[in-house]
């Protein structure tokens, strides 16, 4: 099972990315995604969440609003578009594939089996 992230990069405030998560070894929709982020000095943060089966879309309430969780079977890719950039968005994306985390626990990074490389997003002026 492999996951790979890209798409990281340095925008200003505002500013507008997407990540993309590249997924080989498993079927997607068997399998849930979540997004991460860790910056200095924090700790890991689910940013958000798909569940391809279940039809379900959750988000940080940080990023509510300002980041779009997708993804394209076909190319067994998961997007997370990015808008509103903030500073406090600074920190390295990883993708994660889970096949028992649900709507209470989605943001539990220890209960993803499979973890890719992340891709660093830097947000600032």
């Known amino acids: 099972v492999q996951l790979q992230a890209s798409g990281g990069g340095s925008v200003q405030p505002g500013g507008s990315l997407r990540l993309s998560c590249e997924v080989s070894g498993i079927t997607l929709n068997k399998y849930d995604i979540g997004w991460f982020r860790e910056s200095p000095g924090k700790e890991r943060e689910g940013v958000s969440y798909?569940?391809?089966?279940?039809?379900?879309?959750y988000y940080a309430a940080s990023v509510k609003g300002r980041f779009t969780i997708s993804t394209d079977d076909a190319k067994k890719t998961v997007y997370l578009e990015m808008n509103s950039l903030k500073p406090d968005d600074t920190g390295v994306y990883s993708c994660?594939?889970?096949?028992?985390?649900?709507?209470?626990?989605?943001?539990?990074?220890?209960?993803?089996?499979?973890w890719g490389q992340g891709t660093q997003v830097t947000v600032s002026s």
């Open positions: 798909i569940s391809s089966s279940a039809g379900s879309r």
């Open positions: 994660a594939a889970s096949d028992v985390v649900g709507r209470s626990s989605w943001f539990l990074g220890s209960l993803y089996d499979f």
